[in-house]
């Protein structure tokens, strides 16, 4: 009950997950830059969706029923989750553009190869004002925009907490183990997707001799991700005492209140 009323709150985080899964390309001041064309950008390319219904129903929980759909979008609307979570995408859809350019200027190919794009689709991409799919386009500008429009979905996957059913193992997509898992799949999530991801980056600079920027995203991650994870929970436990919510908390033989869960 506490975790779902406060998982607007918690995620304060998330736009910070998507700086650091630009591995050091792209700064926290330039993840803020060109963001109203990006929000354009990913409107138009569905990465953004109208709620958080939708991000269910694409994550594999389209079996849910109409009348607790509609609870849940009033709910997740109302908590701040659905804010959080388009203005999280919007800002990893920046970066992800920005993340390709810098990819293509460094000739790192390596990095766009990950991500199933090549430099010329993007330099044809850039030059050509950067479309979004469409069918009206022509078959070659259709195909191009096809490519980098999925390496920038993938980036966002890659720099969200919105675990997909596809990141789940087989018991996490069995209906009976639904409840189990809608409690436990961010922490999955954030297992596969960043602490994986950032292991990764640092393994593949070592091997490249680069042992100087090895450690750059566990400082980047540092910088961005976990002060703003302090800044949710404890802004999370004031609210609770301000509230008067004291399921969370027990006693000390003192008088003063201590953090008795999660």
Do not use: C
Request: aromatic share 10%; no cysteine; charged share 20%.
């Amino acid at each position: 009950k506490t975790m779902l009323m406060y998982s607007g709150l918690m995620s304060i985080p998330e736009p910070a997950i998507a700086v650091v899964r630009a591995n050091g390309k792209v700064s926290v001041s330039d993840a803020f830059k060109g963001i109203k064309e990006a929000r354009n950008f990913a409107s138009r390319m569905g990465t953004v969706l109208k709620d958080s219904t939708e991000y269910m129903a694409f994550q594999g929980e389209q079996y849910e029923a109409p009348f607790m759909r509609k609870m849940d979008h009033w709910f997740f609307k109302l908590n701040g989750n659905q804010m959080v979570t388009n203005f999280s995408r919007v800002v990893a859809t920046n970066i992800g553009i920005q993340y390709l350019l810098e990819s293509v200027e460094t000739g790192d190919n390596t990095s766009l190869a990950r991500l199933n794009v090549t430099a010329e689709q993007v330099k044809l991409w850039e030059a050509k004002g950067r479309p979004a799919w469409s069918m009206d386009l022509d078959p070659d500008t259709r195909s191009m925009a096809a490519a980098v429009g999925g390496a920038i979905n993938q980036f966002v996957q890659e720099g969200s907490l919105q675990p997909s059913r596809f990141q789940a193992t087989h018991w996490g997509n069995n209906p009976y183990f639904k409840a189990v898992w809608q409690l436990k799949h961010f922490l999955f999530t954030y297992g596969s997707t960043v602490v994986a991801g950032m292991s990764r980056e640092i393994a593949r600079r070592f091997k490249n001799g680069d042992h100087a920027a090895a450690a750059l995203p566990l400082v980047v991650f540092a910088v961005t991700a976990m002060p703003l994870a302090m800044l949710a929970g404890e802004s999370r436990d004031w609210i609770r005492r301000l509230i008067g919510d004291k399921s969370e908390f027990e006693e000390d033989p003192r008088g003063d209140r201590i953090t008795g869960g999660v």
